[in-house]
């Protein structure tokens, strides 16, 4: 419990400083809520064919979600990498409890960071779309559970990414272009029924498409079921999907963090560091 403490003072005290870092804040909420202010004013009320909904409704819904996918599979990657290659895990292995409250304060500043991104979308997409919060109990429900466990799919797995990435620009440019990819045929901008059958089957395989149904299944109205793949919200399959990638990312990220910690040692901090040098040098 001490340890988990001083894991959750971490993360608020992360959180406090990515609040007060102007530069990369403003360049975060331009990245995520700035694209989707922009896209949903430029289709304005055009309804999604066969619904009544608009476009811009569905683009809210789609990066709520992918607000979550991006915060945990690029920025928490890059950021486990860059602790690493500047040695801050070599050091926080040789404090009693250093590494578990370390990765205690991630999962804190990340849950920090999720959370500010869903209510400014939320509120966005209240103020310059027509989207309206659930006006029924098992409406809050879904969209409580679907968030939670939409998060819960993506952070452990974005942790496992950072112990295996090499660095933190080759994390940026690894994951950059497929989650760019997943963004475009998961329904965040577009509707599924427009995709071609094998792009939806790729899709349907990750996170995203499934926490973007789940939160248009509380968020839109019945007709939006015209543009979803088998005209039905299929909430236990969001389920039974997000849960299995969620068991996956905490079996498998403790496992590849103690691994990347372990293999740490001042011989391999100081051989990246002169790589770094003498690639800034050329």
């Known amino acids: ?10 993360g608020i005290a992360e959180h406090g400083q990515y609040l007060r870092n102007r530069r990369e804040l403003f360049g975060s909420l331009l990245g995520t809520v700035g694209v989707f202010l922009a896209l949903a004013l430029w289709q304005g009320g055009e309804p999604v064919e066969g619904t009544q909904a608009s476009k811009a409704v569905l683009m809210a819904a789609g990066f709520v ?4 996918f991006s915060v945990a599979l690029l920025g928490l990657p890059m950021t486990i990498t860059a602790d690493r290659e500047e040695g801050a895990l070599l050091r926080l292995r040789a404090v009693p409890g250093g590494i578990p409250a370390y990765l205690v304060g991630r999962a804190v500043s990340v849950l920090a960071q999720i959370v500010m991104y869903v209510v400014l979308i939320f509120a966005a997409g ?7 919060l659930p006006s029924t109990a098992g409406d809050w429900f879904t969209l409580a559970w679907v968030l939670a466990l ?3 799919a993506v952070v452990p797995l974005g942790a496992a990414l950072g112990a295996l990435l090499p660095g933190p620009r080759n ?29 939806r089957w790729v899709a349907q395989a990750f996170p995203l498409y499934w926490t973007g149904l789940g939160l248009r299944s509380a968020l839109l109205p019945d007709s939006m079921l ?17 849960g299995a990638w969620a068991v996956a990312g905490l079996l498998l ?16 901090l100081a051989e990246r560091q002169e790589r770094r040098a003498a690639q800034g040098a050329f």
């Open 150 to 152: 939409g998060t819960l």
């Open 171 to 199: 994390a940026a440019s690894i994951m950059s272009l497929p989650t760019t990819g997943l963004m475009l045929i998961s329904g965040v901008m577009l509707p599924m029924t427009i995709m071609a059958e094998p792009v």
């Open 253 to 268: 990220a403790p496992w590849l963090l103690r691994r990347m910690t372990a293999r740490e040692s001042g011989s391999r």
């Open 226 to 242: 015209a543009a979803e793949i088998g005209q039905s919200w299929r909430l236990g399959e969001t389920a039974a999907v997000l």
């Open 1 to 10: 419990m001490r340890v988990f403490a001083i894991g959750v003072r971490r």
């Open 65 to 68: 979600a992918f607000s979550i």
């Open 126 to 132: 209240i103020a310059f779309t027509d989207l309206t």
